[in-house]
């Protein structure tokens, strides 16, 4: 007690043990004190539970301080869990040793609860998490002004590099570096006050592994029940859709501009702002890139994602999703999907429809630009459809699909072959106000308007071009304005197999081509 220590040789810990555990308090007056691991000194962990470093600090007040130093190692022994290298309660930290620690073990632990507050963390040297469900670092009830520095964190499978818990004061974090396997997180901030992560050289690195255990999903940075601004900092996301950012019940401010948040392959989930009261922010406009099975933007339940200026999203990669919108989430209007490559996915939606990015462009064979998926309330497009990429086949601008409510649009133009502008089964009325332009086909027709068991209402002027189909309906009713059609074109198709499905109604004038166009069949 109230003394200043050094180990300069190895010590066993058994179950249960602390391999030096000192008190520090003001009974031998306020001053400064150290605990020392040499760099001749181990602490070798030899049973469950064992504790290498621990001082627990009350009554020293802000102007002195304990401080456990580590220059040896502290490392877990065997296949011996629950282990912990450091323990600080009031206490500075400082490593510039090795900390090897195993199976649901961390590698240092403060808090202030019950303790000095305003107490440091520096990692200089190295934590090592080598067996699963270990953590480096976690801070419970911290309350402090200091930074934590978290320097270099690494490991394999299900680990967690550091962990922030109801923390009582804003917590500082800088200088990080962390690459964690499978199934891992980099940050955590779970509850208590509001967080910075910042750096004071290069920028910070988290980088997490694949997922491949989908309860256990790999995550860079989660803010939990808390809200924080992350700066300086670099996010790589693991394969099999792992996250770079999660948020929930809280806020995330993300800053491209300093930063960066990308996929190692683009099979990554890059944002997910999860339940209503989850935001995540993406400031700096910097273009975001997913490739195969990825997903750029995800929200749930309400969840939001803004932007504070243009932000464009690209989808690289079949079946990747420039953003994902599940039952009454939101994306801000400044993202801009844009679909590079064939097979890819703008925007999808289900449930409830609130606010979605546009997608912008169109790009490769078999893409899809928006999905909407049993979504519950009528849908509406403000910007004019377009399906503009005249090299590709089997496009749709909008899949409608499921259950639905209604669909209104302003607006289609689709050039190509084999194309489509909207395509809805979900029997609900599919309503067209603006301009319904088909260009001409060469090869199989490309069609404006499909809709099986809903009717069509076509409020615009509609030009369909040679071999192609303006409005083709399944057992319902087509309603539409003025038509020019061209050679072999069709204007409108109706395929109804019983009586009282529904008719053609064509409000205007029509002007039919020559070669067997046709204004409209049933």
């Known amino acids: 007690k109230n003394a200043d220590s050094t180990i300069n040789s190895t010590v066993s810990v058994g179950k249960d043990g602390v391999g030096i555990n000192a008190i520090y308090d003001a009974t031998d007056g306020a001053k400064d004190y150290t605990l020392t691991l040499g760099t001749n000194g181990k602490f070798e962990l030899n049973g469950d539970r064992a504790a290498g470093m621990s001082a627990t600090v009350t009554g020293l007040g802000t102007a002195n301080k304990a401080t456990i130093i580590n220059k040896g190692i502290i ?21 510039d040793g090795k900390i090897n620690i195993g199976k649901n073990g961390v590698a240092i632990y403060t808090t202030n609860d ?16 080598i067996e699963d469900e270990a953590k480096g670092i976690v801070a419970n009830k911290a309350n402090t002004t200091k930074d934590f520095i978290l320097g270099k964190i690494s490991g394999k499978e299900k680990l967690v590099g550091a962990f922030f818990k109801d923390s009582q004061a804003p917590v500082n974090v800088k200088d990080v570096n962390i690459d964690v396997g499978a199934n891992s997180k980099g940050l955590v901030f779970e509850g208590g006050s509001n967080f ?64 960066d948040l990308k996929s190692t392959d683009g099979n990554s989930i890059l944002t997910y702002a999860d339940g209503a009261a989850a935001t995540i922010s993406l400031n700096g406009g910097k273009t975001l890139e997913i490739a195969k099975d990825g997903i750029g933007l995800g929200v749930k339940d309400g969840g939001t994602i803004t932007a504070d200026k243009d932000t464009v999203v690209e989808v690289k990669g079949e079946n990747g999703i420039g953003a994902y919108v599940n039952n009454g989430g939101n994306v801000d209007s400044k993202f801009k999907i844009k679909v590079k490559n064939a097979k890819g996915r703008g925007v999808y939606l289900t449930g409830t429809v609130s606010s979605y990015p546009e997608v912008d462009e169109l790009k490769g064979d ?38 639905g409510a209604g669909m209104n649009v302003n607006g289609i133009s689709v050039s190509g072959n084999n194309n489509t502008g909207v395509y809805s089964s979900t029997g609900q009325t599919v309503t067209n106000n603006g301009l319904l332009t088909v260009g001409a086909s060469t090869g199989d027709s490309s069609i404006g308007i499909y809709s099986r068991g809903g009717a069509v209402i076509n409020n615009g002027v509609s030009t369909i071009g040679n071999n192609s189909l303006g ?21 409108l198709y109706l395929n109804n197999t019983a009586l009282g499905q529904g008719d053609a109604i064509v409000n205007g004038n029509v002007s039919v081509g020559g070669n067997e166009a046709i204004s409209g069949t049933g």
Do not use: C, W
């Open 114 to 129: 019950g303790a000095d507050t305003d107490t440091g963390l520096e990692n200089n040297g190295e934590i090592n998490l």
């Open 366 to 403: 078999e893409s899809v630009g928006y999905i909407f998926e049993n979504v519950t309330n009528v849908v509406n497009i403000a910007n004019p459809i377009l399906v503009n990429d005249a090299t590709a086949k089997g496009q749709v601008a909008v899949l409608a699909q499921g259950t």
């Open 75 to 95: 490392e877990t022994i065997g296949s011996n869990v629950d282990t912990t290298g450091i323990i600080a309660k009031g206490a500075y930290v400082q490593n």
């Open 196 to 259: 910075t992560v910042g750096a004071t050289g290069v920028n910070n690195q988290i980088k997490v592994g694949d997922t491949t255990d989908s309860n256990n999903r790999s995550i860079g940075i989660a803010a939990i029940g808390t809200s924080g601004t992350v700066s300086h900092t670099d996010v790589i996301a693991g394969s099999k859709q792992s996250m770079g950012l999660y948020a929930k019940n809280g806020t995330l401010t993300f800053d491209t501009l300093t930063g």
């Open 471 to 491: 409005i083709y309906g399944e057992g319902t009713s087509i309603t539409t304005k003025d038509m020019t059609i061209g050679d072999k074109g069709v204007g």
